[in-house]
């Protein structure tokens, strides 16, 4: 599972060797441990075209930036901001406010900010984009300016090098900068728990959400079930949960037990073995949640299972069981959720979608379904939970170094990792840190969306 | 002392306080030199330990006590249970203690247990057992090992010499456990083929008890009875003796292999009786206080237990008989009879030696004279019997039974008492070599 290439191509002679051939050098990305800093080095916080031209300073930009310093009463995230840099100084981190541009000559004079320090962008950097949706009520200029956004920010994370990721927090109309979601995007973006995720953007749909007491444990005191979590991306997911303060009830079929009590004891969480197809399986995770831990309060339906063949031949029976696991299992559960009364304190449900859902894959029609199922049950599924300032959500992975992707030939594996801005294949934890944070209080106002976890993966868009 | 001449008591006596079967863990059971063969018992205790503590979320948690065994154990393994306790995530300040009763182990570490949170002097325990058939502990002869301890004492090579010298070509050839028995040297299969004959127990009537306990296993397997009492272990998932799709005529085919020379038909055959196994098994037990303390489930309490031996060297009554003689005694001493029972668990280790017991309780002169009763202790409802299947069918890892026996019934009494509304309750059976058996009453909460 380990990617010999990205060693070779950082190391030694054959990393010289590598450069004079002008060989693809994927950057060894850093990864969130606890107690890890936000973020380690300047912030530069880009804010420019507001009312009174062009290179004024813009509201938004400067309520981020006195938060993200920390001066004035609130606490803030305590970060090194500025809001110009010196010639010759590195930059950690760039955010670009660009929320109340409102024709698309307004893109110009902060882009041109941007560019002046992007030579200077540390290895590892981050540039994060504050828009807000473009929407087929604004005016004509407004929602080109706005639509924009997003065709700058995708191609500037494919221009980035170094392991630096470009990511944009788009603001659906009347949702403040400050909102819980946004900052808690704007937080997850800058940070090393996005190590994976490139040229994303994010919409927040509302204000809804709350701050954590304390943003290292965001998810204290909430008890988790995590499906499928034997191994691979549902064991690092429970890990990630557990890490953030989660208690996890760890759920795989009787079959992976020996795994799932490792993990469950890695985790001090408890097991649960049972087939998540079984009709009553919703209830039975809530009973243990309930029973043993008094509450639940986040599922995610990671548990999946993949039947490839073509579609001329494809048996009924690979078919359906794919779709049985991976969609109809998931929806049974949330409606069980849904009916019990007793997943209501901003409850959260986050689903594990795959960029095959998105961009169809050959050899996985039936997997795609009921991966493309997932995201539309996610959209659907959300609005339910909304009364109890609840969400559901899809997180998209793409080529993960997993036991499923180790079984793939060597040399299309070879290229399956470096076809994306990244030049790698992301870690289980990558997707875990995509679920932990959709999972947490404070994304709130995420509402039915997918977040890809594929370092820009060149097919799916 | 006979039966009969006891007061009947109230039937749901409570003591001090109750002690709760709050659930169980095993290992699949797995047939010698099968997935487990490189297995120590260390490993497979610890693995049945962990699975529990998975289970109910004990990491790092102080348990009372821990009592465990294994029948066939490696002098190495003196402090096995505690051993396991340290290799488990169990917090190290959990003490241990290894107790062996032959084949009885693991039903009596629940019941010393129980006493003891009943008395108030644990709050939670947890009660095991463990067994490798494949990896027994071989000795050496008596001869060899005199002669490398006078060598090990020695204080000069001529010494030395001295004492290898008398070392004897048959004192070379290794010492392996059997099932023989020390003081009659017959094996355990050829005493229950002794019992089987005397009570005129037919092959057909064994045969059918074996291929109850595989239909009634892989049923409940499949019923996702086992989903929360088994993790699996090496790949292994269901018990390995277990045959789903054996047939009464596949049964009648296999050839007798204990009583062959006896005067009287041989019935006992390799599909009626328990084959050598390796597992182990873990029961947790607690106050009520302590079970709710840690929002724990209390799926029954252990209510009473009783011992009993038979004299089976002088050929008195079969080497399998005790509970024949402690059943009746423990219901006794509660006001119960057979009809009271939800459940009958007796350890399938022979199906004669079910159908012995059967019969020695249907029979009158056995109930007069040997029970101290007017008439024939009772008939046991068959359905009421080894519901989920037993031995013959999920294997006999020695002192693992007993944890399999225990956790199994209490999650079949709490989950008759949910249906019913009533509190049910059953009995457990447990043969064991040297003429012993153990036996308990659980009662749902």
């Keep these: 599972m380990t990617d010999t290439y990205l060693h070779l191509v950082n190391s030694g002679f054959t990393k010289k060797l590598a450069k004079q051939l002008g060989l693809p050098r994927p950057a060894p990305l850093r990864r969130h441990r606890a107690g890890d800093p936000l973020v380690d080095g300047p912030v530069l916080v880009i804010g420019l075209g507001g009312q009174d031209g062009a290179s004024t300073p813009q509201p938004d930009a400067d309520a981020l930036a006195q938060l993200l310093a920390g001066t004035g009463d609130t606490p803030g995230w305590d970060l090194d901001i500025h809001r110009h840099v010196a010639t010759t100084e590195t930059v950690k981190a760039v955010v670009l406010v660009l929320s109340d541009v409102e024709h698309p000559d307004g893109l110009a004079a902060p882009v041109a900010a941007l560019a002046a320090v992007l030579r200077r962008l540390a290895p590892g950097g981050r540039v994060v984009t504050i828009s807000r949706t473009s929407t087929a009520d604004d005016a004509p200029a407004v929602a080109a300016a706005r639509q924009g956004v997003d065709g700058f920010l995708r191609s500037l994370a494919k221009e980035l090098r170094g392991g630096a990721t470009a990511n944009g927090v788009v603001l659906a109309e009347g949702v403040d900068v400050l909102a819980p979601s946004a900052l808690g995007a704007l937080r997850f973006f800058l940070s090393t728990r996005s190590a994976f995720v490139d040229g994303q953007l994010l919409e927040i749909g509302s204000d809804a959400g709350t701050f954590p007491a304390d943003w290292e444990v965001p998810l204290s005191g909430r008890v988790a079930v995590v499906t499928g979590a034997a191994r691979g991306i549902g064991a690092a997911i429970a890990r990630t949960l557990a890490r953030d303060g989660a208690t996890v009830v760890v759920v795989d079929v009787p079959a992976a037990g020996e795994a799932l009590a490792r993990i469950a004891n890695e985790v001090r969480g408890t097991a649960l073995q049972l087939d998540i197809t079984a009709e009553d399986a919703g209830q039975r995770m809530l009973e243990h949640a309930l029973g043993r831990h008094g509450h639940l309060d986040i599922v995610v339906h990671n548990a999946g299972i993949t039947r490839d063949k073509l579609l001329a031949n494809m048996s009924r029976d690979r078919w359906e069981a794919v779709l049985a696991v991976n969609i109809a299992a998931q929806l049974r559960i949330n409606e069980a959720l849904l009916t019990s009364g007793d997943f209501t304190d901003q409850p959260r449900i986050v689903s594990l979608a795959s960029t095959s859902g998105i961009a169809g894959n050959r050899g996985q029609t039936n997997y795609a379904a009921s991966k493309g199922g997932v995201i539309g049950m996610a959209r659907a599924t959300a609005p339910l939970l909304a009364a109890f300032g609840g969400t559901a959500n899809a997180v998209a992975p793409g080529f993960i170094e997993t036991e499923m992707t180790a079984r793939i030939p060597a040399v299309t594996r070879q290229i399956a990792r470096r076809l994306n801005s990244l030049q790698q294949g992301g870690l289980p934890e990558d997707v875990a840190e995509a679920v932990a944070f959709l999972a947490s209080p404070a994304a709130g106002g995420v509402v039915g969306r997918v977040l890809r976890v594929c370092g820009q993966n060149l097919v799916g868009a | ?445």
Excluded at chain 2, 95 to 122: F, H, M, W
Excluded at chain 2, 142 to 157: K, N
Excluded at chain 2, 299 to 314: G, I, N, Q, R, W
Excluded at chain 2, 421 to 433: E, F, K, N, Q, T
């Design chain 2, 1 to 445: 002392m006979p039966a009969a001449r006891r007061e009947p008591a109230t039937p749901t006596r409570t003591p001090t306080r109750r002690a709760a079967v709050i659930g169980g863990n095993r290992l699949p059971f797995a047939k010698v030199g099968g997935p487990y063969r490189d297995s120590s018992n260390l490993d497979m205790l610890t693995a049945a330990l962990d699975g529990l503590v998975a289970r109910f979320g004990l990491q790092g948690e102080r348990i009372g006590e821990v009592a465990a065994g294994a029948v066939l154990k490696h002098s190495r393994d003196f402090n096995l249970t505690r051993e396991a306790v340290l290799s488990s995530a169990l917090a190290s300040e959990t003490p241990a203690y290894d107790l062996q009763q032959a084949c009885a182990t693991g039903l009596e570490a629940v019941v010393g247990l129980s006493n003891k949170i009943r008395l108030g002097q644990l709050d939670s325990a947890i009660a095991g057992g463990v067994d490798s058939a494949s990896d027994a502990p071989v000795a050496v002869s008596d001869g060899l090992r005199r002669a490398l301890l006078t060598f090990a004492r020695a204080r000069s090579s001529r010494h030395r010499l001295a004492a290898l010298a008398g070392v004897r070509p048959a004192d070379l050839a290794p010492s392996a456990p059997t099932t023989a028995e020390p003081r009659t040297g017959l094996s355990m299969g050829e005493h229950q083929a002794l019992t089987t004959a005397q009570w005129g127990i037919t092959r057909a009537a064994q045969d059918e008890i074996a291929l109850l306990s595989h239909q009634r296993l892989a049923a409940a397997y499949d019923a996702g009875f086992f989903d929360d009492l088994v993790t699996p272990y090496r790949g292994l998932v269901r018990d390995q003796n277990l045959r789903a799709d054996t047939s009464a005529e596949k049964l009648a085919a296999l050839r007798p292999v204990f009583g062959t020379h006896l005067p009287t038909p041989a019935t006992m055959t390799a599909g009626n009786s328990t084959p050598l196994s390796d597992g182990a098994s873990t029961v947790l037990l607690g106050s009520e206080e302590w079970a709710h303390a840690h929002a724990l489930p209390v799926l029954a309490y252990v209510v009473d237990a009783e011992v009993a031996a038979v004299d089976f060297v002088h050929g008195k009554d079969g080497l399998l008989m005790a509970p024949a003689f402690a059943v009746p005694r423990l219901l006794a001493r509660h006001g119960l009879t057979l009809a009271d029972l939800d459940f009958l668990e007796i350890h399938e280790a022979f199906a004669s030696t079910v159908l012995t017991t059967l019969a020695a309780w249907e029979d009158t002169a056995f109930g007069r004279e040997r029970l101290g009763l007017d008439a024939a202790f009772g008939t046991v409802d068959r359905n009421r019997l080894n519901v989920n299947g037993s031995s013959l069918a999920a294997g006999h890892p020695f002192a693992a039974t007993g944890g399999r026996l225990v956790a199994t019934t209490a999650k079949l009494l709490a989950a008759r008492t949910a249906e019913t509304g009533r509190p049910a309750r059953a009995l457990i059976s447990v043969c064991a070599a040297g003429g012993l058996g153990v036996t308990a009453i659980l009662e749902a909460a």
